[in-house]
């Protein structure tokens, strides 16, 4: 059986935006949350989920990763917010 990768994106308590991947999203969030995470998630608790896609493998959710990093505040805040209001999450 294949496992499944994320790219997620959190909002730190000072409105920072970070991106991360992993195979397990609510383990990753409960560990930022712990300040088990990176130094940048560390410094800006609480975090909170924004927006998380699955992958079929590490490769493509890597591929999205990368991209979103390179992404303005301005531009990864819109994805998020389209999205969450695609799937019925934004109202």
Request: aromatic content about 12%; glycine content about 10%.
């Given at each position: 059986?294949?496992?499944?990768?994320?790219?997620?994106?959190?909002?730190?308590k000072?409105?920072?935006?970070?991106?991360?991947?992993?195979?397990?999203?609510?383990?990753?969030?409960?560990r930022?949350?712990?300040?088990?995470?990176?130094?940048?998630?560390?410094?800006?608790?609480?975090?909170?989920?924004?927006?998380?896609?699955?992958?079929?493998?590490?490769?493509?959710?890597?591929?999205?990763?990368?991209?979103?990093?390179?992404?303005?505040?301005?531009?990864?805040?819109?994805?998020?917010?389209?999205?969450?209001?695609?799937?019925?999450?934004?109202?």
């Open positions: 059986m294949q496992q499944s990768w994320f790219c997620y994106m959190l909002c730190c000072d409105g920072s935006l970070y991106v991360g991947m992993g195979d397990n999203v609510s383990g990753h969030l409960r930022h949350n712990k300040g088990l995470g990176p130094e940048f998630t560390k410094k800006r608790r609480p975090v909170e989920l924004l927006w998380k896609r699955k992958f079929q493998d590490r490769s493509a959710a890597k591929r999205t990763l990368e991209e979103l990093k390179g992404w303005s505040y301005r531009k990864k805040l819109e994805f998020a917010c389209r999205t969450a209001q695609a799937q019925g999450k934004g109202e």
